[in-house]
Every structure is written in C-alpha cells, then in structure tokens.
Nanobody, 120 residues
Framework: QVQLVESGGGLVQAGGSLTLSCTAS????????MDWLRQAPGKEREFVAA????????TYADSVKGRFTISRNNAKNTVYLQMNLLKPEDTAVYSC?????????????WGQGTQVTVSS
C-alpha cells in the first residue's frame, strides 16, 4: 500500500515559479513510475509529466515541455514538479499518481491533489 500526499501549491503570478512535492509512504515507492496530472475547472484531467523508477527517463506533455521539470528522490520517497514560466492556463488541481512502469495511464495510487492558481 502506498499513500501519496502533495504539497507546494498556491497562488502565483504569470511568469512565476512553484515546486510541487509528492511524498509517499511505504517501502515500494521506488518500484513505481510516478506521474503528475492536472485538472482545470470544467476540463478533463490531463497528463503533465512522468518519471521512471530511477529517474532516468522523463516524459512531458507538449504544453509544459521546457517549462516544467519532474524529478524524484527515492531516499526521501518524494517526487517533485518544478514549474517555471507559469501561465494562467496552468491553473488546475495537480495530482501525483503511482503506476507500474509498463502500464501507462493505469494508476494504482493517487494523491489528493494540490491547487495551483496562476494570475495574469
């Protein structure tokens, strides 16, 4: 069993930065690939970024490529999302999720989400 808790959300002006953290309980964290997803009001949830079990492979949505960086520290059971050059359209609830490496889009565990609001 893995429990995920996000933190670091908040209100920021356009062009600013935020770093989200997702801390996991349980010894099996390091065996999971970790994704960040987001859901804006009235929109479907969308993929933001992914990182494999050892941090060697990362993937990004086109909308955040070059602005966001996903990383992980398995010793701290934590995955991060560094968000730079934020835009109002990045406003959403951001959630982290754990999945088996080969099961893209199929998640075993979810965090509760953290709100990110970008003002123009």
């Amino acid at each position: 069993q893995v429990q995920l808790v996000e933190s670091g959300g908040g209100l920021v002006q356009a062009g600013g930065s935020l770093t989200l953290s997702c801390t996991a309980s349980g010894r099996t964290f390091r065996t999971y690939a970790m994704d960040w997803l987001r859901q804006a009001p009235g929109k479907e949830r969308e993929f933001v970024a992914a990182i494999n079990w050892n941090g060697g492979v990362t993937t990004y949505a086109d909308s955040v490529k070059g602005r966001f960086t996903i990383s992980r520290n398995n010793a701290k059971n934590t995955v991060y999302l560094q968000m730079n050059l934020l835009k109002p359209e990045d406003t959403a609830v951001y959630s982290c999720a754990a999945r088996v490496e080969t099961r893209r889009g199929s998640y075993d565990y979810w965090g509760q989400g953290t709100q990110v609001t970008v003002s123009s």
